[in-house]
Every structure is written in structure tokens, then in C-alpha cells.
């Protein structure tokens, strides 16, 4: 089974531009989120998806980053402008289920290798 | 906000010792995994506890989850350096998972 899917690997750009992310989740997982990795710290969740509607987008700085999830399969994650603090690795994850409270809702993600984002 | 603390940060021992890590917060948690995160790739999900009190085994780790669902253990026996990676521990609740900031683990031959 193929795991979750991400490019680009590495990106660098200056202040002010704009950097777009992709993400393929695995086959059937229903849920996708976007974590922020920065260095030294643990992921800091951006934005969860279930199929195409967004569950929590609560920490996502919605004046510089978006996210979609189109037919609920593969998500796009946008920075604009970037700024010297987004650089981070972003980590996209998938899981089978959420079903809040309720059984499968184990909180068990797969993540992909990342997106290493350095900003100049 | 469910915040979740690991210690300790850093840890640096022999290949062959024993070491503990710890992951507490002051929350309740429905589930809580472990991962292994290697340079350069993305977590690993090695293990999810649920039932407080619950120990798991894989191999050389034995993992435990607090009798109140608030805290864990991660206990590596005989440490090899094929172990040397970021551990990190994620709480689960209401269909959402948070993250502490992991320990770095370094094993030396």
C-alpha cells in the first residue's frame, strides 16, 4: 500500500513569495491534516480535513496560508506571502476515520516525509 | 488547549543502556501514540495505547499509559543505535490529536 505523498521535498524562496504544497493521502483515508513542523518542536496542527469539508482550521494564520481539499482525495497547502517564521517542515498526515468519541476514532496518523520550506 | 509535555529533551547514552521518556499533560486523553522520527523524514507511528494502565510491548520498548489516561511512559532495554531518532508522543481527543515536542534520542556505539 502506498503512503501519504508529498512534494516538493525542499523549497526555498524569499520573503513575500508564494509557495504552494501537495499532498496524497492514502487510498480510503477519509481525514487529512497539515501539521508545521519547526525545528526542535513537535508538529503544531494547521488544518484537518474530513473528505472535502474542514474540521478544524482553528491555528491556521488565515491572512498568509490556505488549504483545499478538491473531491476530497488530494489537499493543496499555500503560503502567500511567506514570511522568515514560516520556515518549517510542513507535514501532511492521513488517517482511516473520524468519528469523534466513537470507535476507529484511535488518533493513529501516517504522515509523509515532509516539505522543508526555508524562507530568505 | 490539551498541551502535552515530554522529558527529557535531550538524551544521550550508550549502546546497551537502558533509558526511560516520559510524556505527561494535565488532560485526558481517549488514545496516546508514540512516534519515531528520523532526520530528514516524517513520524512513524510505533504504538497507540488506549486503556489506562495499558502496557505494550514491541521488541525493546515497552510502552505504558498513565491509570488516568493522562500520561505515558516509553522504556527502551539494551538501546542500539538504530534507535537514535525523535520520540514523539501525540494525545487523542475528540478526533483530534496534539503533540508534545518529543525527546531526541542519540545512542552511541
Known amino acids: 500500500e502506498a503512503g501519504v505523498a508529498q512534494s516538493p521535498r525542499y523549497k526555498i524562496i524569499e520573503k513575500r513569495q508564494s509557495v504552494a504544497f501537495w499532498c496524497n493521502p492514502i487510498?480510503?483515508?477519509?481525514?487529512l491534516y497539515w501539521y508545521q513542523q519547526i525545528l526542535g518542536q513537535g508538529p503544531k496542527l494547521l488544518i484537518q480535513?474530513?473528505?472535502?469539508?474542514?474540521?478544524?482550521d482553528s491555528q491556521l494564520p488565515k491572512d498568509r496560508f490556505s488549504a483545499e481539499r478538491l473531491k476530497g482525495v488530494d489537499s493543496t497547502l499555500k503560503i502567500q506571502p511567506a514570511k522568515l517564521e514560516d520556515s518549517a517542515v510542513y507535514l501532511c498526515?492521513?488517517?482511516?476515520?473520524?468519528?469523534?468519541?466513537?470507535?476507529?476514532?484511535?488518533?493513529?496518523?501516517?504522515f509523509g516525509e515532509g516539505s522543508r520550506l526555508t524562507v530568505l | 488547549t490539551q498541551l502535552l509535555e515530554q522529558s527529557p529533551q535531550f538524551l544521550s547514552i550508550q549502546e546497551g543502556e537502558n533509558l526511560t521518556v516520559y510524556c505527561n499533560s494535565s488532560?485526558?486523553?481517549?488514545?496516546l501514540q508514540w512516534y519515531r522520527q528520523e532526520p530528514g523524514e516524517g513520524p512513524v507511528l510505533l504504538v497507540t495505547?488506549?486503556?489506562?494502565?495499558e502496557v505494550k510491548k514491541l521488541k525493546r520498548l515497552t510502552f505504558q499509559f498513565g491509570d488516568a489516561r493522562k500520561d505515558s511512559s516509553l522504556h527502551i532495554t539494551a538501546a542500539q543505535p538504530g534507535d537514535t531518532g525523535l520520540y514523539l508522543c501525540?494525545?487523542?481527543?475528540?478526533?483530534?490529536?496534539?503533540f508534545g515536542d518529543g525527546t531526541t534520542l542519540t545512542v552511541k556505539p
Open positions: 498526515a492521513s488517517s482511516l476515520v473520524l468519528r469523534r468519541g466513537g470507535p476507529g476514532n484511535t488518533g493513529e496518523l501516517f
Open positions: 487510498s480510503g483515508h477519509a481525514t
Open positions: 480535513f474530513q473528505n472535502n469539508g474542514v474540521v478544524d
Open positions: 488532560s485526558v486523553f481517549s488514545s
Open positions: 495505547v488506549v486503556t489506562g494502565g
Open positions: 501525540a494525545g487523542a481527543w475528540a478526533g483530534k490529536s496534539t
